[in-house]
């Protein structure tokens, strides 16, 4: 049977990668920078007053944090960014999926889909990776 699980609480174990033996963090785990201090497929949710969600809360995470750190979590939503890969590797990534990085050029895309370089927001993606 299927059931909905309920949130994990947050759970502030490291930052800047240290201590080390935390990295990757888990679900509903922070201090996190980028996706690549996640683990597997958990992207690093990621507030801050540029994006004017400090304080907002983490999908799939239950808690109060209104400190801005960013946790790890489950992509929130399709459009969300997210780094799954790099200069080919993984490629079982490839070929990448709307809002999904990291492309280098057009050929790192899935179908019609071009790669984007940005310094800030990406068209149509919520959130930075």
Known sequence: ECVTLPPLPLQKVGNNGNPSNMFPLGPCQGDCDNDN????ALVCFTRSEEEG???ASIPGCSGDDASGDNFCT???????????A????PQDAFPLKECEGDCNNN??????????????NTPGGGGFA
């Open 37 to 40: 201090e996640c683990q597997g």
């Open 53 to 55: 969600n400090i304080g």
């Open 74 to 84: 489950v992509r929130p939503w399709d459009t969300y960014l997210a780094s799954l």
């Open 86 to 89: 790099n200069h080919g590797e």
């Open 107 to 120: 050929s790192d895309c899935d179908g019609d889909l071009i790669c984007f370089k940005r310094n800030k």
